[in-house]
């Protein structure tokens, strides 16, 4: 897969490079970003892996000279929709970063984009590959999910999206992944810049979401069955993750991150079709909605809200 990358920031820099390096059967062909510090940074580590990638000021010049199968777009959220978009103006599909978008209308626009682009909720081929085998495929699931991380130490460019949007989108997303059931409601949610949490009503299960971007880096998941018997669970970030680091295992980010990428490649007889594990736009859509919700719980105190249908395809 000939992956061309729109933005050149930390997720670029830390996540995306080692993880292409390190997939098979896949190659950046340019990066493209307005800065051009950050677009030579991303040369240069791409280089150093043995790859050879040119920089351009914007994707237009990029989709122009370089040959391109798919386009990351891991701009600020601002700019998601527009360049998926002209991606796909161009017959390319894409890959977005989360949040997909800034509010739901611009998540279901972006879903309705054609070819629809991918989401990378890349964590689902980290917890929810370690997990959702052990999980029955029918039954009600209770789950706990926790996500928390230092923002400061991830050391990003630019750092606007609160708690819920920037940690607790995954979390949502893998309630619904694990589940294999859609969203209805949501209750008790209490949102801050760095903090959230909330109860997620779904089809099958419910499911507790909290999250945190001024804590030290862990991240929990539980499910139990109704009578509360342990299923399954996954447990990263604390000691483990900087024993494995000091060890020299390869960081859960950037494996999560490579298989992602492999899933998507046009030789994998799923891509031309569904691709069960990758997230659509249609479920970055679902999960805008949920934040929706949430938000609109807490602006209630807590109360239930139902969570908005959305019309369109995962």
């Not at 934040?291 to 369109?312: C, F, M, Q």
Request: hydrophobic share 45%; glycine share 10%; proline share 6%.
């Amino acid at each position: 897969m000939r992956l061309a990358v729109a933005g050149c920031g930390r997720i670029t820099e830390r996540g995306y490079i080692p993880a292409a390096l390190a997939a098979e059967g896949v190659e950046i062909t340019g990066f493209a970003d307005p800065d051009a510090g950050r677009r030579r940074q991303c040369a240069e580590l791409w280089e150093h892996g043995g790859g050879e990638a040119p920089g351009f000021a914007g994707v237009g010049e990029l989709l122009a000279a370089e040959p391109v199968d798919m386009l990351l777009v891991a701009a600020p959220v601002a700019h998601h929709l527009a360049l998926a978009e002209q991606a796909a103006a161009a017959g390319i599909r894409s890959l977005v970063e989360k949040p997909p978008a800034r509010n739901l209308a611009e998540a279901e626009r972006l879903a309705a984009v054609d070819p629809q682009p991918f989401v990378a909720f890349n964590r689902r081929f980290l917890q929810g590959a370690e997990l959702r085998g052990a999980i029955p495929a029918e039954g009600w699931l209770e789950l706990d999910l926790e996500l928390r991380f230092r923002r400061g130490d991830w050391g990003a460019h630019e750092a606007d999206d609160e708690a819920l949007l920037d940690a607790g989108l995954h979390l949502v997303d893998m309630a619904r992944h694990l589940c294999g059931a859609a969203p209805i409601a949501v209750r008790d949610a209490r949102i801050q810049p760095e903090r959230a949490s909330l109860e997620l009503e779904l089809g099958r299960g419910r499911a507790r979401i909290a999250c945190a971007t001024d804590r030290e880096h862990r991240e929990v998941i539980a499910v139990r069955d109704r009578s509360g018997k342990l299923l399954a669970s996954s447990s990263w970030g604390g000691l483990r993750t900087r024993v494995g680091g000091l060890i020299g295992r390869p960081d859960p980010l950037v494996v999560s991150l490579r298989r992602q990428l492999e899933a998507l490649r046009p030789d994998v007889p799923a891509y031309r079709g569904q691709v069960p594990m990758v997230a659509g736009a249609g479920d970055g859509a679902t999960a805008m909605a949920v934040v929706e919700a949430a938000r609109r719980s807490a602006e209630l105190d807590g109360a239930e809200v139902t969570v908005a249908p959305i019309g369109v395809s995962p």
